[in-house]
């Protein structure tokens, strides 16, 4: 196959199924942020260091955005908006359904499917770089990729271009309802106000805040796992990705 034509469709685009529910407003609101720039030539895509999600340690050796991966975010960034659960930050589609909607998804010749264009971008690119979360979901089935729940970060939201007041507004006063907090319900994202409000205090104090998310987050095995090194490690980089969040709030 000749080189120029070595992607399967160069031109992406996300569109959903005709079935889906009515979206809020504020997912309405957003996805015409998204749609109104490209997101891929955000100066958060070249600024922000590269993160090994598994280690912690930044990724010296790391590959940027080509122009096919610029393509695929572009349509991706829009569809994790459009299945984004505002009270569990959770993106409420599977990997292959993203793949599959926004055109990313191919066949070889004897009809098998591959999810690799999308799954690349999330766990090689959009996750390093902060603009998502994932999570492992343990899975009885045969496919030859685990699935996993992908949490939208407040920097995925500062990629969209989305400003401080409407994420207030629509997302993080929701996200803190009542019910929620009657349940105790804890998240190791910060929203905005949250980041307001941390700046006055001292960085021993939003570091004792950063250690009582992360505990709350990861199971007990899991951070028997990470270790007091690596959770330290995890509090440094969270700490540094909030000091550039109040600094682009306050721009």
């Not at 971008?121 to 343990?138: A, T, V």
Request: aromatic share 10%.
């Amino acid at each position: 196959m000749p080189r120029k034509n070595y992607i399967y469709n160069p031109k992406p685009f996300f569109n959903p199924s005709k079935n889906e529910k009515k979206r809020s407003a504020f997912i309405c609101y957003a996805m015409k942020k998204a749609l109104e720039i490209d997101v891929s030539k955000s100066n958060l895509t070249y600024t922000l260091l590269p993160i090994d999600p598994k280690t912690g340690n930044v990724l010296t050796r790391f590959r940027r955005l080509n122009k096919h991966r610029a393509c695929a975010m572009r349509a991706i960034v829009p569809a994790m908006l459009y299945y984004f659960n505002i009270n569990s930050k959770l993106v409420e589609a599977s990997i292959e359904k993203l793949a599959d909607e926004c055109g990313l998804s191919t066949f070889s010749d004897s009809g098998n499917k591959s999810i690799t264009r999308a799954s690349r971008l999330i766990s090689e690119f959009l996750e390093p770089m902060g603009f998502i979360k994932c999570q492992k979901i343990k899975s009885k089935s045969i496919s030859n990729y685990i699935p996993k729940k992908i949490l939208l970060t407040p920097m995925f939201f500062m990629l969209c271009n989305i400003p401080q007041s409407k994420i207030d507004n629509y997302l993080f006063k929701k996200m803190k309802s009542p019910e929620r907090l009657k349940r105790g319900e804890k998240t190791i994202f910060f929203s905005f106000s949250d980041v307001k409000i941390m700046s006055r205090l001292d960085e021993k104090s939003v570091r004792k805040k950063i250690l009582n998310a992360l505990i709350s987050y990861y199971t007990a095995s899991e951070l028997t796992k990470i270790g007091p090194k690596g959770l330290k490690k995890k509090i440094d980089i969270e700490y540094n990705n909030l000091c550039k969040l109040y600094k682009k709030i306050i721009k």
